[in-house]
Every structure is written in structure tokens, then in C-alpha cells.
């Protein structure tokens, strides 16, 4: 049994690194890992990882700056448009941002 688990353990990481082979998946730095586990704004982690002012990810999305940093905070929900232009912008999912 737990040598069709490891089968299976090895298939999926070969999968994984094709992909990102192919640029299809993405890999970041351990540090951003850690700010998200340590409980960081994932919106404010990307768009700094993605080298984006407040201003420059606003302009993207179509929104005020004050708009973006609320939404950063957690001091005002985006709607589900707003979110889903943040995240292309970014060039992530959803879940990535929230």
C-alpha cells in the first residue's frame, strides 16, 4: 500500500514540475510563503511580489487608490467584479487574494 502511495506521491510532484516547466504553474519564494502562513494580506503580498504600487494596481483594475487600500486592509469588502479584476490583474486566482 505504501508503495502505490509514493507511486502516486511521485506521478503528481512530476506533474507539478511539467507545469511549471511549461509555465503554467508558478512557483514563489519561501518568504511569501511564510508571510501567508504567518497571517499577511495575500492582495498586498501579490501586488507587492508583482512590483505594483497601490496607484499603478488601481489604475489596472479601474478603481481609487483609497478603494484598493481599504480592500488591502480589510477595512471594506471588494465586491466579486472588483475581486475578479484585482485578480487578473495580478495574474491570479481568486482564492490567491482572499
Known amino acids: ?3 502505490i502511495e509514493d507511486a502516486e506521491d511521485i ?13 503554467e504553474e ?3 519564494p519561501a518568504s511569501m510563503m511564510r508571510a501567508l502562513v504567518n497571517g499577511e494580506r495575500p492582495l498586498r503580498l501579490w501586488r507587492k511580489y508583482r512590483g505594483l504600487t497601490l496607484q499603478a494596481l488601481a489604475d489596472r483594475v479601474g478603481i481609487s487608490k483609497s478603494y ?22 495580478l495574474d491570479v486566482s481568486l482564492d490567491d487574494i482572499v
Open 11 to 23: 506521478r503528481d510532484a512530476n506533474e507539478i514540475r511539467s507545469r511549471i516547466e511549461r509555465g
Open 1 to 3: 500500500m505504501l508503495k
Open 26 to 28: 508558478e512557483t514563489i
Open 68 to 89: 484598493l487600500s481599504q480592500i488591502e486592509t480589510g477595512d471594506r469588502d471588494g465586491s466579486i467584479d472588483v475581486m475578479k479584476r484585482i485578480a487578473a490583474a
